[in-house]
């Protein structure tokens, strides 16, 4: 079993910034494979927004794309989402997920709330 720590979430107004992050919380002896966020807006479906693979290839959304970067840090365990030019669609609960020896496991999720 494998427990994420997310933080970082919170308020902001349009065009503001926000930073996530997401570590995982055990001494691991196996590489990561995969690192990502997702989303859930209000009312609708968890969608995905970023990952990073264990060598350094990042994957976006459409949606996010030019506006979010995510990033492993050296440490191999810790993964970072830097949210810019926020909109107030990005409103949603933001989940860390990582794939980790052939299993996936999520974060408990954090408020991301951008007002107009």
């Known amino acids: 079993q494998v427990q994420l720590i997310e933080s970082g979430g919170g308020s902001v107004q349009a065009g503001g910034s926000l930073n996530l992050s997401c570590e995982v919380a055990?001494?691991?002896?196996?590489?990561?494979?995969?690192m990502g966020w997702y989303r859930q807006p209000p009312g609708k479906e968890r969608e995905f927004i970023a990952n990073?693979?264990?060598?350094?290839?990042?994957n976006y959304a459409a949606s996010v794309k030019g506006r979010f970067t995510i990033s492993l840090l050296i440490n191999k365990r810790t993964t970072t989402l830097q949210m810019n030019s926020l909109k107030p669609e990005d409103t949603a609960v933001y989940y860390c997920?990582?794939?980790?020896?052939?299993?996936?496991?999520w974060g408990q999720g954090t408020q991301v709330t951008v007002s107009s």
């Open positions: 055990e001494r691991i002896f196996h590489p990561i494979s995969i």
């Open positions: 990073i693979i264990s060598a350094g290839s990042t």
């Open positions: 997920n990582v794939l980790f020896t052939g299993d996936y496991y």
